[in-house]
Each structure stands twice: as C-alpha cells, then as structure tokens.
C-alpha cells in the first residue's frame, strides 16, 4: 500500500493543475477565480501560495508565459510586432512593448530583426532565450566591476603596470 501524498505534494500538485491550465488559455485573460478554483483554494490563498511556490504572481507568470511565445512568433514566424501582440492575448501594443522589453531587455522589434538562427542545438537556444523573470534581462554591458578600478589612478596604473 503506497502512503498518501504529504498536503504539500498535493497543493503544489493542485498549483501546477492551474498553472498548466494558464499555459494552455494563455491567449485568454486572467481569470483568477477560477483558477483558484481548479486548486481549491480562495483567490487570495491561490495568489500567495503560487507566488510562494513559483516565485512569481500568476499575473506575471502569464505575461512571461505570453512574452514567450511572443519570442517565438517573432523570430520563427516573423509575425510583426502588432499581430504577435495580440495573438499571444495582450490588449494593447503599449503594454506589450513594455511587459517585452521588461522581460528579454530588447524591444520586440528589435529582437525581430536582430535574432538569427545559432549552429547550436535547439535545447541550448531555448534555455538562452527562456527569460527567468521580470526585471533579469540580460543587460548590454559586462556586469563585473573590477573593484580595483574605484581606487584612485596612481594605484591602479601601478598594479597594472605590475602585471607582465
């Protein structure tokens, strides 16, 4: 006879029902309630048990879902930036643009543009480009700061010097 499941396997299991459920009718908008529903929670414990086990909010985790396949859209299908805004479900082109550049760090038409096909495989594409959360977006620039360079310039000019 096998052991029931502790009551943090099922809710967790009950989470991942919604959340799969908000990956399938990402086009959709956001209904809280019933989501909470399906993981038989109210939609204030639904909303704070799912930010505490994915380290997100739903809402969030639905426009990372929908930036996403926006990224797919417009660098496979070359749909432009309009009609992959609203075939990934967002309402408007402002929000859109915004909510992508938040998330990947580029506008989505420069990502459009920009991206072309690495000799990599596809798993290793997908896992670069897989935005983790909002606010991660890799910047331009390197985001190592030698800690020498805050001394001041007859310092650091020796210590390079020094170096062969």
């Not at 029931?4 to 459920?21: F, Y």
């Not at 109210?42 to 639905?62: D, G, Q």
């Not at 935005?131 to 805050?150: C, K, L, M, Q, V």
């Amino acid at each position: 006879m096998s052991a029931s499941p502790s009551p943090t396997v099922e809710r967790n299991r009950r989470l991942l029902r919604a959340r799969d459920e908000m990956d399938r009718l990402y086009r959709e908008e956001l209904d809280v309630k019933r989501l909470a529903a399906l993981a038989g929670m109210s939609e204030a414990h639904f909303i704070r048990t799912f930010k505490e086990v994915f380290a997100e909010t739903p809402h969030r985790y639905l426009q990372r879902r929908r930036v996403e396949r926006a990224m797919y859209l417009l660098r496979e299908r070359k749909l432009s930036v309009t009609d992959a805004c609203f075939e990934v479900g967002f309402n408007s082109l402002g929000t859109f643009s915004r909510t992508f550049k938040e998330v990947v760090g580029v506008t989505p038409a420069d990502y459009r543009h920009g991206r072309t096909a690495a000799p990599v495989p596809t798993c290793f594409i997908s896992s670069w480009t897989r935005p983790s959360s909002f606010g991660e977006a890799r910047s331009a620039g390197p985001t190592y700061t030698d800690p020498t360079a805050a001394r001041d310039g007859a310092e650091s000019s020796e210590a390079t010097e020094a170096i062969p």
